[in-house]
């Protein structure tokens, strides 16, 4: 595959220093100076054990069939979890239907399919959407019409939570010593939860192991029923594994009726936690199901993996309701543990888990307007920061050499915040994940290397390794050295800072202003800074898209979104390739009927003479063979299809002459190939002409050149996920400008849940600049 080189980036103060090329897709360690963007280098990736991120892949964004015109039609969304809790819900509206205009939507009637044409599928009705957007516009609100401190809501009512199954006894026993051993059903479901995972990497986890058989133990000893296990190398859960794995199976094999079947139950009993009414509209919920019982993962080395996630019951769990808002029944037997009214918050139900006696909170989605207010209000606060970044950098820098050490070590800090994009960092306890932030850098997070490197390896948050090797200001290059000399090994670097005392120096500048906001605003400058430099109005769409995903990227790298190399990378790429090829071998035959008809056209047309490289006569060979099998097998499955369609509707079967004569055809077919491969010659159809050959072999360039481009950006990403940039960090509008400038569907970059979740940033002219 040939490398994409990219061109340095220009040295622009305003560039943050973690940035990199993506030119290569081997990871390597990289040096440069401050004010050209640094990678984020990702060696000894393989020595890091599988992370698992809370960022969405780039598997999951799933093209959505919409178009930017009046009459676009809203799909239902996915649900994403919200990240901010009490945000204000500005003046409330009458609701109204979705559209691309600012004005509201009028109803269009639906034309009538002509007679001569197939009848066009029934096009859902699309739900009525509240665009707060617009009131805020209309009314002129200052600071999106948001108080930090208002009421939210003045009417809140919903159905509550949905609570998991009880759990149903199997019956199957596992065996300890050799000997099967009978347990109650509280043991049995416990010890099937480590059994499902036997032959994962968290079962073959020691600390995973030994928290897991730590809790079994103590439910084990709560009845006098269970047996005494006192050693785990003596349990066998594999007769439990065993009988998972012949359910996994029985559900490959259900049939699409019944996976129907079971689906329509579901959404039966979901039904009614969808939507909550907020102020007389529909919302709809984010996170309505309570998480079962299981054992917990955690991230990365998490010290409590493996310990057992109990279940919770309506007793603990405390509801946020309107006062005049109906109570929803609870669990038969149980009662809700607390019912408030607290209107200045955005949660609609609270519990604590007890793993790490953390909350848990009920929010509305991703696409409603609480959330969509907050991210608005977000990307606002670091566009704001545009107009103060210079000022602040000036003054931390003036700051790098203050005689206070506190002065020092914060000016450090904002430095590494600001120009790595790294997170601020808070203090973690004993029971918890060992992540870091820049204010809680150890010691041995960073190691100093003359006259100016600085190399990070440290985790990052969800246990996300972060590597990285940069050249700094020769003054932060001081100043983290006698940092380093003042505390010694074991402690944190800046031992005079707190999360909460920067953050309460940047308010200073700006009000709002936190060490968040840095990380947002560098992803969306880098975003906006990077599209324009990459995308040219002359490239092809596909090259649109290969420019935009690689501006993504540098903010994934940015940001350090790393992810594992999927396993069915390789054959992902094997797959692209055999696609690749098959396209060269169509056209080579078109071109070889073209020079059948037009020999001459050889000389006029030089680049049609030109041999495919990688077509072996061996692959030709077998991609014959391949396709041979595929059209035997399609004829009989449609044969098959035929008759039992003809068997619902009373009539007689097709006559199995009807078979043999397609799979004559098929005979035919290989007979023809056969001759291809042995003469080198195609035979010409009558109803070709060099006219119509010509554009046949255009419309294969046009798709060999989005196969490559598609393999290049498969490649180039495979260590890195572009969800989580786009969902949290780089500012909607960027994107929506830069899909109208280029004219590039919406659908092309964002997934159906991003469309929905930012239809506020539709609204703005189409030459918006971050």
Request: aromatic fraction near 8%; proline fraction near 4%; hydrophobic fraction near 30%.
């Amino acid at each position: 595959m040939t490398k994409v080189v990219k061109e340095e980036s220009s040295s622009d103060e305003d560039i943050p220093l973690a940035r990199h090329s993506s030119s290569s897709t081997k990871p390597q360690t990289i040096k440069k100076k401050l004010d050209t963007p640094v990678k984020a280098n990702k060696r000894n990736l393989s020595t890091v054990k599988k992370q698992r991120t809370t960022e969405a892949s780039d598997d999951d964004d799933i093209p959505l069939a919409r178009r930017r015109s009046a009459t676009a039609k809203e799909q239902p969304i996915k649900e994403e979890s919200s990240d901010d809790d009490d945000v204000p819900l500005a003046k409330r509206k009458p609701v109204v239907t979705q559209t691309k205009s600012l004005k509201r939507a009028t109803p269009v009637k639906a034309e009538s399919a002509p007679t001569n044409k197939k009848p066009k599928k029934e096009v859902k009705v699309e739900e009525d959407v509240y665009r707060w957007w617009e009131q805020e516009m209309e009314n002129g609100a200052g600071d999106n019409g948001l108080d930090d401190n208002g009421i939210k809501w003045t009417q809140l009512s919903h159905n509550g939570v949905l609570f998991p199954p009880e759990y149903v006894p199997h019956g199957i026993q596992m065996k300890y010593d050799g000997k099967s051993v009978k347990l109650t059903p509280e043991a049995e479901e416990v010890a099937s939860f480590f059994a499902a995972l036997l032959e994962s990497d968290h079962g073959a986890n020691p600390t995973f192991q030994k928290n897991f058989f730590e809790d079994f133990q103590k439910v084990l000893a709560k009845s006098p029923k269970n047996p005494k296990m006192t050693s785990f190398e003596k349990c066998d859960f594999r007769p439990m594994w065993q009988k998972f794995e012949l359910d996994k199976e029985r559900k490959k094999q259900m049939t699409k009726e019944e996976k129907l079947k079971i689906k329509e139950e579901r959404i039966a009993v979901e039904q009614s936690f969808i939507y909550a009414n907020v102020d007389g509209r529909k919302e709809k919920i984010g996170n309505f199901r309570i998480e079962p019982p299981g054992l917990f993962r955690g991230r990365g080395d998490h010290p409590k993996t493996g310990r057992l996630k109990l279940r919770v019951y309506p007793e603990q769990i405390t509801l946020n309701l309107s006062k005049d808002s109906k109570i929803p029944p609870a669990l038969p037997g149980h009662k809700w543990g607390k019912i408030v009214h607290d209107q200045q918050a955005t949660w609609l139900a609270t519990w604590k888990e007890n793993i790490n006696d953390t909350s848990k909170y009920v929010f509305l989605s991703a696409n409603s307007s609480w959330k969509g207010q907050s991210d608005m209000k977000k990307f606002d606060k670091a566009r704001e920061l545009k107009g103060h970044v210079d000022r602040i950098r000036k003054n931390y820098t003036n700051d790098l050499k203050d005689k206070l050490t506190e002065t020092r070590q914060r000016a450090t800090a904002m430095y590494l915040i600001d120009r790595l994009a790294l997170r601020a960092g808070n203090e973690k306890g004993d029971e918890e994940a060992d992540t870091v932030g820049c204010c809680s850098l150890r010691y041995e997070h960073i190691t100093l290397e003359s006259p100016n490197t600085v190399h990070f390896d440290f985790l990052g948050k969800d246990s996300i390794r972060y590597e990285n090797s940069v050249q700094v200001e020769t003054q932060v290059f001081k100043n983290l050295r006698l940092f380093q000399k003042q505390v010694g090994p074991g402690n944190a670097i800046f031992d005079r800072l707190t999360t909460t005392g920067l953050n309460k120096h940047l308010n200073n500048y700006m009000p709002g202003l936190s060490a968040k906001v840095f990380r947002t605003y560098n992803a969306s400058f880098t975003c906006q800074q990077q599209l324009d430099k990459l995308t040219s109005k002359t490239d092809t769409i596909h090259d649109r898209i290969l420019s935009f995903n690689r501006a993504n990227r540098e903010v994934a790298v940015l940001c350090n979104h790393q992810r594992a190399a999927s396993k069915s990378h390789g054959q992902q790429m094997m797959k692209i390739a055999d696609k690749l090829r098959a396209t060269k071998y169509q056209r080579m035959k078109l071109r070889k009927q073209l020079f059948a008809l037009d020999k001459s056209i050889k000389k006029r047309r030089p680049n049609l003479a030109v041999d495919e490289s990688d077509l072996e006569d061996d692959w030709i060979k077998e991609y014959d063979i391949q396709t041979i099998e595929k059209e035997r097998e399609k004829a009989k499955v449609k044969f098959d299809k035929q008759n039992d369609r003809l068997k619902s509707e009373g009539k007689a079967p097709l006559p199995k002459s009807e078979l043999q004569d397609k799979l004559k055809k098929v005979d035919e077919l290989k007979a023809q190939l056969d001759k291809e491969r042995k003469t080198g010659k195609v035979e010409v159809a009558a109803t070709m002409n060099v006219e119509k050959l010509l554009a046949k072999i255009e419309k294969l360039d046009e798709r060999i050149n989005a196969t490559k481009i598609q393999a290049t950006d498969k490649e180039e990403n495979k260590e890195i996920s572009l969800g989580t940039s786009k969902m949290n960090y780089i500012d909607p509008r960027i994107i929506v400008a830069w899909c109208r400038t280029y004219e590039v569907p919406m659908e092309k970059v964002y997934s159906k849940t991003l469309v929905e979740k930012f239809r506020w940033a539709e609204t703005i002219p189409d030459d918006w600049k971050f």
